[in-house]
């Protein structure tokens, strides 16, 4: 019930185009869902996050949007750049329990020029 | 602000040895949590410390243990290296104002023969 479900494993996509990944959970205690974009050598960024009494979040490409009764968001990343190319992870966390975020197992996004 | 800063970078160790990591937060950040992140099982919660005190622990066995300082840095420590130790180490900071809020450190890569 922990588990954050991420889909796809890995994704191609071509300059200018959208880029989507899926995520799903079942824990409805869950609070607070942000994204994360991890370059190789460095650790993950936190890209965007939601809360789950609003449906969509855009911040400049980045969108989130999130369907409660689903249990499901996912990150949009519109006109994407191959300066784009990363892991992405969704993840999960409860405000009690702030720190303990539950990552999805992330997605390997290659963006061709 | 720096980032969060991790030593060593690398480290090799043999079975049976045991190693000490090191963490220093954003200035001004109390809360500092630890993640494993391995290809298999992705990244997955360790422990978080604010003010010297282990505040939430993920399922890892006793042989992982962390402290902090008072001026906020953080050691993690794991007794009786096993090959399934290998893995990157990631050490997150989180303001007071937003504890969901991780900021990564670029992670130690640790190799166990």
Not at chain 1, 74 to 80: A, E, G, P, Q, T
Request: aromatic share 12%; hydrophobic share 30%.
């Amino acid at each position: 019930q922990q588990q954050v479900k991420q889909s796809p494993q890995s994704l191609i996509v071509q300059k200018g185009g959208i880029s989507i990944i899926n995520c799903a959970y079942e824990n409805t205690a869950f609070d607070y869902f942000p994204w994360y974009q991890q370059f190789p050598g460095k650790g993950p960024a936190l890209l965007i996050a939601i809360r789950p009494d609003v449906s969509e979040k855009k911040e400049g490409r980045f969108t989130i949007s999130f369907n409660k009764s689903a249990k499901q968001f996912s990150l949009h990343i519109m006109d994407s750049q191959p300066g784009d190319s990363a892991t992405y992870f969704c993840a999960a966390s409860i405000h009690s329990s702030a720190s303990k975020i539950i990552f999805g197992s992330g997605t390997r996004l290659s963006i061709r020029p | 602000k720096a980032g969060v800063t991790q030593t060593p970078r690398y480290l090799i160790k043999t079975r049976g040895q045991q190693v000490t990591l090191s963490c220093s937060p954003i200035s001004g950040h109390r809360s500092v949590s630890w993640y494993q992140q391995t290809p298999g099982q992705g990244l997955q919660f360790l422990f978080e410390y604010f003010s010297e005190t282990q505040r939430n622990k993920g399922n890892f066995p006793g042989r992982f243990s962390g402290r902090q300082f008072s001026n906020s840095r953080s050691e993690m420590n794991v007794s009786t290296l096993e090959l399934g130790d290998s893995a990157l180490y990631l050490c997150a900071s989180a303001p007071e104002s937003s504890y969901n809020e991780q900021f990564f450190g670029p992670g130690t890569r640790l190799t166990v023969l």
